[in-house]
């Protein structure tokens, strides 16, 4: 979580949710990591199957083939991993939410942008506030451990009427 002062993202959000809860991206994932297991075994059963030729010219073809298939199984298990969480950016100066995801040290991709005036809600229990879009959609959940942020947040939230 990042609070700024009056920082401009400058793009326009992705039409993808943060929080997609149908299981579909971890069916996904799993269906990549088990190909990638198998194309990394299928190069291993090559050298340690029974009754393989020996030639040279089989031995440099099941070579090759087996580093492209390990190659493959590796590029595929990296595919597979699930990606980072996006960072919630709270722009109080500006008024807006913003959820960034960071694809390296210097790339972001804006996953959704929301003023405090157009969100559904908030919800505050204790340190710990959660946002809502108006589809009842959770947004984002953060937990402030700073009291004079903590305060200011909540202060505006309440102008936007949004807190109560």
Known sequence: ??????????????????????????????????LAAALVLSGLCLWVLPGSNRESEVLLFKLVLS??????????????????????????????????????????????????????????????ITFWAKDARMLAEITLGNAAAHAILISALRRAGKLA
């Open 67 to 128: 580093i492209t298939a390990f190659l493959g199984g590796v590029g595929l298990w990296q595919t597979g991993m699930a990606p980072a969480p996006p960072v919630v950016e709270l722009d109080i100066k500006g008024g807006e939410l913003r959820l960034v995801r960071e694809c390296g040290p210097v790339r972001r991709r804006l996953i959704e942008q929301c003023r405090f005036d157009d969100l559904g809600g908030a919800e505050q229990n204790g340190r710990q």
């Open 1 to 34: 979580m990042t609070l700024t002062a009056e920082q401009d993202v400058g793009r326009k959000p992705l039409c993808e949710t943060a929080n997609k809860r149908d299981g579909s991206r971890f069916i996904i994932r799993l269906a990549l990591r088990v």
